[in-house]
């Protein structure tokens, strides 16, 4: 293999930013959007062609946030040497080994026991970490109702099929705020945000899990 040839086949698999630092401004500035509106989806206007797992809006939104400063764990259902070169090489990002060690993590609906994560400290809450969700479907059905800052009165929203388990898990968890968890939900080119501030109310039963 000549030396061009071990190069090219460095390079990982899709396809990125065309203009990286208009189009990362732009995704930035929705996400911005998604998480001062808690409960709006928000559709990610890109071109870009992540290697599976990833969907384009999970993929778009860490080519905006994460950089060589950012730790991520990545799910093992969603780990593929193909998303870690992709996500490595077009930000600078290191993996983590251990869900507590992330700034940031990419799961799928099966979700672990939210005590795994970073949270952050008394002193530093800010520091709780960011979970970006894939899920199956996300519309404005009456599954959730969701209440806080930025929301008017209410809004209403529904998320696939996330467990029953982790609606209650979260529950627990904003007992401890400011510290916390935010999270961002992400299902092909859309997304919605749910900041530790938000409230959750489960207004179906019928959700998957126990």
């Not at 672990?112 to 520091?127: I, K, Q, R, V």
């Not at 929301?151 to 898990?169: A, C, Y």
């Not at 705020?177 to 939900?185: E, K, V």
């Amino acid at each position: 293999m000549s030396i061009d040839e071990q190069s090219m086949s460095d390079l990982p698999i899709g396809k990125s930013f065309e203009d990286p630092s208009h189009e990362s401004q732009y995704i930035f500035r929705q996400i911005l959007k998604s998480m001062s509106e808690p409960g709006r989806i928000v559709t990610l206007n890109t071109q870009i062609i992540p290697p599976p797992p990833l969907s384009k809006a999970t993929a778009a939104i860490c080519l905006s946030l994460l950089d060589f400063e950012t730790k991520l764990w990545i799910d093992s259902s969603l780990d593929t040497d193909e998303a870690k070169q992709y996500l490595k090489f077009h930000t600078g990002l290191k993996i983590a080994d251990q869900p507590q060690q992330a700034n940031f993590c990419i799961l799928g609906t099966q979700i672990p026991n939210l005590d795994l994560f970073n949270s952050g400290t008394e002193d530093y809450p800010e520091n709780g970490a960011t979970l970006i969700i894939q899920t199956d479907e996300i519309t404005d059905q009456a599954q959730l109702q969701l209440e806080g800052p930025g929301i008017e009165t209410s809004k209403h929203l529904s998320i696939g099929t996330i467990n029953k388990r982790f609606w209650l898990n979260r529950d627990n968890l904003q007992l401890l705020f400011p510290r916390g968890l935010d999270f961002i939900f992400t299902q092909n080119d859309i997304t919605v945000s749910l900041p530790r501030t938000t409230k959750v109310t489960v207004l179906k039963t019928q959700l998957n899990g126990y």
